[in-house]
């Protein structure tokens, strides 16, 4: 590898005035800067990070640790609403993953110190509960889609009761008012929070809640998750008084009871049966026919704030709820025309 010396020698100046260039002191002519400039591009060399941390310049480095944003397509939004910020601001985004374990949290979090990270981010694929034990008193650390039982750090999570509520008032206002909810597992963080948002629409539309509308979309099946989708959808379809719209707990529920609803049980969406998912993972809202109504996970904005924060002098102990767009397509039926 090429030294400060090589490039001092192409540029023909000295190590000082080339080192003194690097750790950006004033007193270099424009022309010499240029040369150096030229001579470093030449010889393709770089400073060493670790060096310059250690003489106290900063590295502006983000760090991100994940167990599995980058490989999940419809949560990568975090990713790159981070990256947005940190390529506004100068600065590097250094991403490590768990696996899903969070044994390997502390070692990527000792890692990332070594490398003098100003701040760390920890982002989860699903909303959920985490247990921080380090102590983060000089590298700040801020959580995105994950939560401390009790909050000690910046916290950035999806408004999943808002999203839910919007979502069952949209349909309300389109004269449905036997609304179906098929959620996700009970144990997970989102599945109670949305439910709620779907009650309080129904309290503040004066509609009365019927418990034989709500039912679980998902099964513990190692092979198929909606194994017993199409019972389920059976049993709502056979009441007495059956619903006019089903809310799916995501969009790959929603694709599913697509498929069950229309291909098995012969109902034509929207005009028998409205349907709506959650997450808008383009990939199936967009290319369901008709395309899919659904509410955004706000991942991108989520992720634009982590960094925001990270960089900020303020990390002060608070939770963020960003809200999600409820975004209208063609499988929701007006009732009113």
Not at 109 to 123: E, G, H, S
Not at 281 to 309: C, D, H, R, W
């Amino acid at each position: 590898m090429n030294s400060i010396k090589d490039v001092a020698a192409l540029a023909g100046v000295s190590v000082k005035t080339v080192s003194r260039i690097l750790n950006g002191y004033e007193g270099v002519s424009p022309k010499t800067a240029e040369k150096v400039d030229k001579a470093m591009k030449e010889l393709e060399y770089y400073p060493s990070a670790a060096a310059q941390a250690l003489k106290g310049v900063g590295a502006g480095i983000v760090s991100l640790i994940t167990d599995s944003l980058t490989t999940t397509p419809y949560s990568y939004g975090i990713v790159a609403g981070i990256q947005d910020i940190c390529e506004k601001n100068g600065l590097l985004l250094m991403i490590g993953e768990t696996g899903g374990n969070m044994a390997n949290f502390s070692k990527l979090v000792d890692d990332f110190r070594r490398q003098r990270a100003q701040a760390i981010i920890l982002a989860t694929v699903y909303h959920r509960e985490v247990e921080i034990t380090q102590a983060f008193k000089q590298c700040p650390l801020i959580l995105v889609n994950c939560f401390e039982k009790n909050t000690t750090h910046p916290t950035i999570l999806p408004d999943d009761e808002k999203g839910a509520f919007d979502a069952t008032s949209h349909l309300i206002s389109k004269g449905h008012t036997r609304i179906a909810s098929l959620t996700l597992f009970e144990e997970m963080v989102a599945t109670d929070l949305r439910l709620q948002g779907y009650k309080t629409a129904h309290k503040e539309h004066n509609i009365e809640i019927d418990n034989d509308l709500i039912r679980r979309g998902v099964f513990r099946d190692d092979n198929d998750e909606f194994v017993d989708l199409e019972d389920v959808l059976r049993e709502l379809m056979a009441l007495p008084n059956p619903p006019t719209a089903i809310m799916c707990g995501n969009d790959k529920m929603a694709m599913r009871v697509f498929m069950l609803v229309r291909g098995v049980m012969g109902y034509k969406i929207p005009e028998q049966i409205s349907i709506v998912g959650y997450d808008n993972y383009k990939m199936i809202a967009e290319n369901l026919v008709p395309k899919l109504s659904t509410v955004t996970l706000p991942y991108f904005s989520m992720g634009q704030l982590a960094a925001k924060l990270a960089i900020s002098e303020d990390q002060t102990a608070e939770t963020h709820k960003v809200s999600g767009e409820f975004v209208e397509r063609l499988s929701i039926l007006n009732k009113h025309n």
